[in-house]
């Protein structure tokens, strides 16, 4: 039987099998571990996390704010934050302004078809998404990870439902070294535990550094990260075939996701479709 172990869970395609128990007895395998040993240990992980929450209690991943769970928003912030909800472009995932079928590809798409199948984003790229993403990226903000990752399942069920492969894009390494950690890989690796999809941190390599590219415009973003991308060598034989979703942070004109696809579908790469948090999207969404 075909698997991975992800986070102490078996996991094949499509379904998670049985979370294990200490001393890796599974839930319903029959294995009798005794009454009063499992109510010892529940009530003792009971007290570790009333404890824990007194210690360090949960807090709204936005602006601090008391809240009743860990990795939650509060009421003001959730109401915030603008989830990518159809109508959209079955191609780019950016939102419609009325609803014309499921299937329906907004009029850029068709004029200038992206290298990647399919884009969907959980919520729009407003102030709160720029402020719960900059925690998280650069205030080393962790806890927001179980959240985000929640939101991509959600928003990227119909590609998920085909992958293969799940793949961050990657930083190139002077930027890993001084950011710590590449937030994408952080991001998929949760998503990847979450649904079985085989993970592959490392498929792509950033060889080229290239400058921010918050305030370039969008033919300014297609240049700098132009040959900035690479498959992992002997990645090609992984590629060849498969369903690969990319997934980032943020998406903001498309072309780092963009250049990241047109290196995977020369690797031979069957469709490649992209996930992230936040998209941003033109006032009113766009045209049909």
Known sequence: MAGIMVGGTFARKGRVRDRLMPYGAPLGSGMDIGTGIADRWSAGWRRALLFADIALPPLCLGCGRGVDAHGALCARCWSEIE???????AVTGLPFSFDTGPDTVSAVALAQPPAYARARAA?????RAAALLHRFKYGDRMEAAPAFARWLVRSGAELLADADLLAPVPLHERRLFSRRFNQSAELSRRVAASTGVVHMPELLQRVRATRPQVGLSGDARRRNVAGAFRLANG???LVRGRRVVLV?????TGATAEA??????RGGAAEVSVLCVARVVPGGGVSI
């Open 248 to 252: 980032d942070d943020v998406m903001t």
């Open 83 to 89: 989830f990518i909800e159809r109508p959209f472009c």
């Open 235 to 237: 990645a090609d034989a």
């Open 260 to 265: 990241c696809a047109r290196v995977l579908r």
């Open 123 to 127: 919520m729009r790229y407003n102030d």
